[in-house]
């Protein structure tokens, strides 16, 4: 038994069990090249070479944007420029809570309910309310 038969052998579920195999741009590109011949088909082309008919249709859609050229691969995989710096450190005390000035009374709508908590947070809740969920919510911003 070859190399390429090991490469593509598979379990009984279908499923590869060899090693994963690697084609070069070229290889790519003339695999897609025979697709686009008058009467190819795409099963029939990655069949005959080994390759899964959906990697094949991938590869012609990086074809078709030009990535399977040599050139334009290796321009697409240039290296940006990068400064390594000493991490922002973030300050040990929290600031104090925000006062938000009182404002006129609004019209509350009749199924919402807003709550002022002594830290000048507020919450306002809308439509059905789950009792237990609130008061975990309340509890949780009074303490900060």
Not at 36 to 51: K, L, M, Q, T
Not at 52 to 64: D, E, P
Request: charged share 30%; glycine share 6%.
């Amino acid at each position: 038994m070859d190399n390429s038969a090991e490469a593509s052998a598979t379990d009984t579920l279908g499923q590869r069990t060899g090693p994963r195999q690697r084609h070069t741009l070229e290889e790519k590109r003339r695999i897609v090249e025979e697709t686009h011949e008058r009467g190819a088909s795409v099963a029939v082309v990655a069949r005959r070479h080994g390759v899964n008919a959906n990697q094949v249709f991938g590869w012609r859609q990086l074809y078709r944007r030009g990535l399977l050229e040599v050139t334009n691969a290796q321009s697409a995989l240039a290296m940006l420029p990068v400064k390594v710096t000493i991490p922002t450190l973030l300050p040990t005390e929290r600031s104090a809570p925000r006062v938000v000035p009182k404002e006129a009374p609004r019209r509350i709508a009749a199924d919402s309910i807003e709550i002022e908590l002594g830290n000048g947070r507020c919450i306002r809740v809308h439509g059905r309310v789950d009792i237990k969920a609130l008061s975990r919510i309340i509890d949780a911003l009074e303490h900060r």
